[in-house]
């Protein structure tokens, strides 16, 4: 089970962390981790990854401003949002896969049901 908690509403220039708990079966290093948005009337798209060694990966676009970790003894994958902007308005998704860590959404078999991120 994924359970997201963090989102919000900022102004934009402002911050904000997201964060996804682990339990149960996803609660284990065989998986890895990603955290994905989803904007109304647009695809879902990566914002970053946990592989299984715990090396991150963010899309080019968003280096710099998004930073993901993990806390290994909170079973809590992180996501935090820096210089945010309107367009960074949408649903965020933590997901966890059994596979290779990846930007595509159908690598990841299991989600969270996601957390609210406004930026006006």
């Known amino acids: 089970q994924l359970v997201e908690s963090g989102g919000g509403s900022v102004q934009a220039g402002g911050s904000l962390r997201v964060s996804c708990v682990a339990s149960?079966?996803?609660?284990?290093?065989?998986?890895?981790m990603a955290w994905f948005r989803q904007a109304a009337g647009k695809e879902r798209e990566a914002v970053g990854t946990?592989?299984?060694?715990?090396?991150?990966s963010v899309p080019d676009s968003m280096k710099g401003r998004f930073t993901i970790s993990k806390d290994n003894a909170n079973n809590t994958v992180n996501l935090m949002m820096n210089s945010l902007k309107p367009e960074d308005t949408a649903m965020y998704y933590c997901?966890?896969?059994?596979?290779?860590?990846?930007?595509?959404?159908?690598?990841?078999?299991?989600w969270g049901q996601g957390t609210q991120v406004t930026v006006s």
């Open positions: 946990i592989a299984h060694d715990g090396s991150t």
């Open positions: 997901a966890a896969s059994r596979g290779v860590a990846s930007f595509s959404a159908m690598t990841y078999a299991y």
């Open positions: 149960g079966a996803t609660n284990s290093d065989r998986f890895c």
